[in-house]
């Protein structure tokens, strides 16, 4: 009788970002022969390939780089309160660096299918190239906004000039000035790129389909004072990241919105909407994102906002979003993005109004008028969540294809694992707590080492998800996501993408519960020995 081949790794890793640097790191810890395999020429992930104009955190800086080294968080200094995309490019190449990492990293490597072989317990993994390599675990840490969608409109190739998605900047600098340049898009890429261009720029014309929300970052260098206290309090702020609802230094606030007079609720936006990051969104009122009534008192406090920066009201009307309330999409945080409509340099489109027709060979053509450009940039966003899966043809039992499981919304076991593709474990992927996001990962990566050490100890070569497991995590998120203001809105967290096939339905894709009672369902299941899982 042959005998089975023994796998070429214990572990691969698909991406080479902070989840993929982090499990790479946790599975060599363990003595496993790991391989991860990275489209780009370098690690980042994110941002490795986000190099836009602007592009930076709107997480506190020294809430998002990694928590597991005690040396390396008294090595690394940020430098702003949210720290721009070429510093921590820097951070997470410091990283690779320091725990030589790169080694087991294969650049250059588009994974294009994985397979599933029932009589070896193994994944195949081909690439782009051609070339395979099989594998005992396959571990996708592919992200949740890594596959950048362009928009369905006639013409794209035939422009003469130069053309960008933000997801995909050249590395090499670009050149601004005198330029006349179109913005399409504003949402969180739209408004770092546009806020930060329009003083380079010769004119700027932003194509507008759906105004966002946006509130101040309120970023700002970090001195030496305030570096020692970051440095000094990192246990207290990592334990704080690990009580809050979504893993932010900010929470909550335990009242409603009308339990205080409209005196002291306005004070309070007030003084929301002055401070840094997050807090206007996710430490405002607790009733903001689910209740109608409370959700329209913050709307209209920053629609009063745009109205006072913005010196056109024709304009600040446009900028003012009508099909959404206040946070119920993902929030961006601008620095003086209303300010540059009041630029003469700056034009806003609403294509609402005069729609895009095509792209033109000068540039872009609306029901109005033809614009010319010399630069066109697409903030056009992500198909996301599930739209780094679907690059992949991923195999699992008999042939059973993930995009085809998948049709109708992902199926999944606490956002990990998926009935029918043994051996699969995705961190980050649908129905897991993103919040923020790195504390996320490194909870996520140290339950799926755990679960390998445990099936290695035990000499387990098959780990499945069963299929009433995954029916009822599903139902679980899906009933979380009920009542949520957001799950009512178009946007890349209902799954909704209009220039993707297929996708033009809401799903509910993400977990809707606090981090806590995600990482308290997830740590019973390791409790228990994972008995809820098919092993063998």
């Known amino acids: 009788m042959e005998a089975t081949p023994i796998p070429d790794f214990d572990a691969i890793i698909i991406g080479a970002g902070l989840s993929g640097l982090y499990q790479l790191y946790r599975l060599r810890e363990q003595g496993l022969k790991v391989r991860v395999f990275e489209a780009g020429t370098d690690v980042g992930g994110t941002w490795y390939w986000n190099r836009y104009p602007g592009a930076r955190f709107d997480s506190e800086s020294y809430s998002y780089g990694y928590s597991f080294s005690k040396e390396l968080l008294q090595e690394w200094e940020w430098s702003e309160h949210f720290a721009g995309q070429p510093e921590t490019l820097r951070y997470i190449n410091y990283v690779a660096d320091k725990f030589g990492l790169r080694r087991d990293i294969q650049f250059r490597s588009r994974v294009t299918t994985a397979v599933y072989d029932e009589d070896s317990r193994s994944w195949t993994i081909t690439l782009e190239d051609g070339s395979r390599v ?31 998605h933000t997801a995909r900047w050249p590395k090499e600098p670009v050149d601004f000035a005198g330029k006349r340049v179109a913005v399409i898009g504003t949402g969180a890429t739209g408004i770092q790129t546009i806020q930060t261009i329009a003083g380079q720029v010769g004119h700027l014309t932003v194509f507008q389909r759906t ?8 970023n700002g260098k ?4 305030t570096q020692a206290k970051i440095k000094a309090g990192y246990p207290e702020m990592f ?3 690990r009580e809050t609802f979504a893993c932010f230094i900010h929470t909550t606030d335990p009242r409603g919105a009308f339990e205080v ?41 920053v629609a009063r906002k745009i109205r006072q920066r913005v010196k056109d009201q024709t304009v600040a009307e446009k900028l003012i979003p009508r099909n959404h309330g206040f946070g119920t999409r993902r929030l961006p945080l601008e620095t003086l993005y209303y300010e540059v409509y009041n630029q003469d340099n700056v034009e806003l489109v609403d294509i609402k109004e005069t729609p895009i027709e095509r792209i033109t060979p000068k540039g872009i053509k609306t029901s109005d008028r033809e614009y010319e450009f010399d630069i066109i940039i697409y903030a056009t966003g992500f198909d996301a969540i599930t739209g780094s899966f679907d690059k992949i043809d991923f195999r699992g039992v008999g042939g059973t294809r993930l995009k085809d499981k998948w049709k109708r919304g992902p199926e999944t076991y606490l956002g990990i694992m998926v009935h029918e ?54 139902d679980h998120v899906r009933e979380l996501g009920e009542g949520m203001l957001s799950n009512e809105v178009d946007s890349w967290m209902t799954g909704i993408n209009s220039n993707v096939e297929g996708k033009q339905t809401r ?17 019973d299941v390791a409790a228990k020995g994972y008995a809820e899982l098919r092993l063998s």
């Open 134 to 164: 099989n594998s005992r675990f396959l571990i996708t840490a592919i992200g949740p906004l890594s596959t950048p969608t362009l928009p369905n409109i006639a013409g794209r190739d035939d422009f003469k000039g130069a053309s960008f």
């Open 211 to 218: 105004a966002n929300w946006a509130a101040p970052l309120h």
């Open 222 to 225: 970090i001195d030496a004072e």
């Open 239 to 241: 334990a704080r990241c």
């Open 261 to 301: 007079s409209d005196e002291e609720r306005e004070a309070n936006y007030e003084r929301l909407y002055g401070e840094r990051g997050f807090g206007i969104w996710i430490g405002n009122f607790n009733d903001i994102l689910i209740d109608r009534k409370a959700n329209a008192t913050i709307s209209d406090f």
């Open 421 to 474: 593709f043994p051996n699969m474990l995705m961190l980050m992927g649908p129905h897991t707590a993103l919040g923020n996001i790195p504390r996320s990962i490194e909870y996520s990566v140290d339950w799926v080492t755990g679960l390998i050490e445990f099936a290695i100890e035990k000499g387990l070569t098959r780990l499945e998800a069963t299929p009433d497991g995954v029916k009822s995590w599903t």
């Open 507 to 523: 799903i509910v894709a993400r977990y809707s519960g606090s981090a806590p009672a995600y990482r308290a369902r997830c740590d």
